[in-house]
């Protein structure tokens, strides 16, 4: 019957090993369901024949760096890309974020252990036959070698080999005992299952996520700057342009005025009009020279080329503004991709994930620590280590079986956790929504703008025109003695203004453009870029 029962035992003993093999391996599945997301930024337009380099790489080196610096928009937006020291520090913060990853799987890494001791112990003893004590010398030498392993399960797993050899002057042999033991511990209530112990781990997670998302909003505000200061610069260059021919125009009126005071067609009054429209034509270039040198710096700091001389470098763009060929959805079509890929509302809805699993973890808490524990365990017994280990297939066993329960009175810490989760996530979902009414809004308004600026295009060309009719109607008036230099200097003043405003319509809408697909999410996409977070990022 004894040997009936160790036979059984044994069995149990293979068959708690085999189901922890494959449980282990299950939670190995568990934890490499997660591939690691890369959190580089690429080009996804054919800008690279280079097969040796990266897109951004291949662009950046391309741009000398000595002299004028020649770029398009799109090199420019590489350049940023890779230079940009801001965002080279952005970049590592997911990767920081990962290592927190890391740390929270390795509480359910293996951990292998021993330990070794001896002890000798000098005494006394009473003399079988009762007549005396007689001294007893023992050295008793121990040795432990285990393999522990905690389980998402809430299961915790021991193995071990335990070893005792006792050299006792009472005793003629070495008596040697190995013991090969299973200790298992099962939570059965607060602690078990997958859901309670894994939450620090899936809230790490969702954190790297919510970094991934992170780098992505810094990546587009950096796109959407570095074009803004594109345009801009191409403006003040515009700007210059324009004064400067409507200058050489004015100082054209002015000596042919002088010319004709000399030969007294005119009388010396008409000059100072004139006069006075040059010195505020030279005022506005003066003015257009400091605004092309202020966005001149704002490019370059964005782009932080290589060179040892960085601000003093010129600036040449070899993409003028020109008004793109867009067809736009409708509304409604923009806010549904403003609401899935802002990264805003990406980073809030992860954290109302995040909210979700403390409240799972904090209503675990709420119940009542019961853990099921059971040891097997198998002797041997011989007069050295080699026949102890031998021994162990013998008729020698020990089974414990138990349960411990315990319970704080009130439990008020875990009710006041549980509690302060439970409102944390509703105020996550609230401050979600409005979050979403947000996005709607200021997709809305931005397509406003967008529509308004491109509206305005067409109504500054026909300024323009105007203007231009207006000012050969008032210089034939004035070749006839029919006006005077001020009227025409103040055609030639709103023909300025008008040009200007032409050009400056153009650039508003390319900046309208640009803003809009920002704050639709979509702008990176838009311009070939892939960044974490992305679409295919696979998050």
């Known amino acids: ?81 890779q230079n940009n020291r801001t965002l080279a520090a952005e970049k590592i913060t997911p990767y920081i974020q990962q290592t927190y990853e890391e740390q929270e799987r390795a509480k359910f890494d293996p951990v292998l252990g021993g330990e070794f001791s001896t002890e000798q112990d000098d005494g006394k003893k009473p003399i079988q036959t009762g007549a005396g004590i007689e001294n007893l010398r023992s050295t008793i030498y121990e040795g432990t070698v285990f393999l522990n392993e905690f389980f998402p399960s809430g299961t915790d797993v021991e193995i071990g080999i335990y070893h005792q050899s006792t050299d006792s002057s009472g005793y003629k042999d070495l008596f040697s ?19 309670a112990n894994l939450v620090t781990l899936r809230q790490t997670r ?92 704002h490019l370059l700091q964005l782009l932080t080329p290589s060179g040892t001389v960085l601000y003093d470098r010129d600036v040449i763009l070899i993409h003028p503004p020109t008004l793109p060929n867009i067809k736009m959805d409708e509304i409604q079509s ?16 992860l954290s109302l994930q995040q909210k979700g699993l403390e409240v799972v ?3 675990n808490g709420l119940l009542p620590k019961m853990d099921l524990f059971i040891s097997l365990g198998k002797t041997g017994y011989a007069d050295s280590f080699a026949g102890s ?38 105020q996550a979902e609230k401050a979600l929504e409005n979050l979403e009414n947000l996005v709607e809004l200021d997709v809305r308004n931005a397509f406003i703008e967008m529509s308004r600026s491109k509206e305005q295009i067409a109504a500054s060309v026909a300024t323009r025109k105007f203007q231009e009719e207006k000012l050969r109607i008032e210089t034939e008036k004035f070749r006839v003695g029919r006006s005077t230099n001020l009227f025409v200097a103040q055609a030639q003043r709103d023909l300025l203004a008008s040009r200007i405003g032409e050009v400056q319509a153009l650039v508003n809408y390319l900046k309208s453009l640009t803003r809009f697909y920002q704050l639709e999410g979509s702008l990176l996409e838009r311009r070939g870029i892939q960044a974490p977070g992305g679409n295919n990022d696979g998050s």
């Open 361 to 363: 973890r904090t209503k």
């Open 206 to 297: 969702i954190q790297t996520d919510i970094t991934r998302y992170e780098l992505r909003g810094f990546v587009e505000s950096l796109v959407a700057q570095v074009e803004t200061a594109y345009w801009d610069y191409a403006l003040s260059q515009r700007q210059i342009e324009i004064v400067e021919e409507s200058l050489k125009v004015a100082h054209r009126q002015l000596e042919e005025t002088e010319e004709m005071i000399k030969i007294g067609t005119m009388a010396e009054a008409e000059l100072a009009a004139l006069q006075a429209e040059v010195a505020i034509q030279q005022q506005g270039l003066i003015n257009a020279k400091s605004n092309l040198e202020s966005s001149r710096l």
């Open 389 to 426: 280990v031998s021994d162990i297939g013998g008729e020698s066993y020990d089974a414990l079986i138990g349960a411990r329960i315990e319970s704080p009175f009130f439990n008020r810490s875990a009710k006041a956790e549980h509690r302060r989760s439970l409102l944390q996530k509703d």
């Open 177 to 195: 005992s190995t013991r090969l033991g299973l200790f298992v511990t099962q939570s059965l209530l607060k602690g078990y299952g997958l859901d």
């Open 334 to 349: 923009h806010v549904l991709v403003a609401l899935k890929m802002r990264p805003e509302i990406n980073h809030a809805r």
């Open 1 to 81: 019957m004894k040997s009936l029962f160790i036979l059984q035992l044994q069995f149990i003993l293979i068959g708690v090993l085999v189901f922890l093999c494959l449980f282990c391996s299950g939670v190995e599945t568990l934890s490499a369901d997660r591939t690691p997301p890369s959190y580089g930024i690429s080009i996804q337009s054919g800008l690279n024949p280079d097969p040796g380099a990266t897109p951004v790489e291949k662009q950046a080196n391309e741009v000398s760096e000595k002299g004028p610096l020649r770029i398009s928009l799109m090199e420019a937006i590489l350049m940023a890309i």
